[in-house]
């Protein structure tokens, strides 16, 4: 298993390789088009994703694997992956989408199936939560890396990076 440090670097390294993308991607793209043509938008992306696979081959090891398994202890292995977790965060983001999507655009936002959407998607969070949080495997979110005030203020920035790029993205 990756150390929690190393982990936490890749995750760093995730989102500002994100954030970068979706602060500059649009303009970015936008000049591109307006000056070359779409198509570069798409073909610049090759030399790209070819640099970024050569990199990671080089810099990116793969971790060390205990082989203290034997071929038929399949069983422990797939006791390690949180099968719920993954389902539950699913299943959640999933009615959240249907309920975010149907609100406001097919049906308004006082609509018992938007209210219900969003309540369930909100209980199946809770849940997932509560799985993370007893789950002997390992878990898809270890909530000790939603502690202290790093990722608070973090989650908060994201929140209010996200609803100032879709009101300004709706409001044209």
């Known amino acids: 298993m990756i150390p ?9 390294a995730q989102n500002g390789c994100y954030g970068i993308g979706s602060i500059c991607g649009a303009s970015l793209g936008g000049i591109i088009a ?6 570069w938008c798409f073909l610049l992306q090759i030399p790209l994703s ?3 696979l050569v990199v990671g081959a080089l810099v990116i090891k793969d971790p060390e694997i205990e082989d203290d398994l034997e071929d038929d202890d399949k069983g422990s292995i797939l006791s390690r992956i949180d ?3 993954a389902f539950l965060l699913v299943l959640a983001l999933s009615i959240q989408l249907v309920g975010l999507s149907l609100g406001g655009n097919e049906l308004p936002w006082s609509s018992a199936w ?18 993370e949080a007893r789950t002997s495997a390992a878990p898809i979110v270890p909530l000790c890396m939603l502690r202290g005030k790093l990722p608070v203020s973090t989650q908060i920035a994201n929140v209010c990076v996200g609803m100032a ?8």
């Open 114 to 131: 938007v209210i219900l959407s969003l309540v369930g998607s909100f209980m199946l969070l809770v849940a997932f939560f509560t799985v």
């Open 165 to 172: 790029a879709y009101s300004v993205s709706r409001s044209q």
């Open 50 to 52: 070819l640099f970024a």
């Open 83 to 85: 099968f719920l977790g």
């Open 4 to 12: 929690f440090e190393k982990r936490g670097m890749y995750q760093a």
């Open 34 to 39: 307006e000056t070359v043509g779409w198509q």
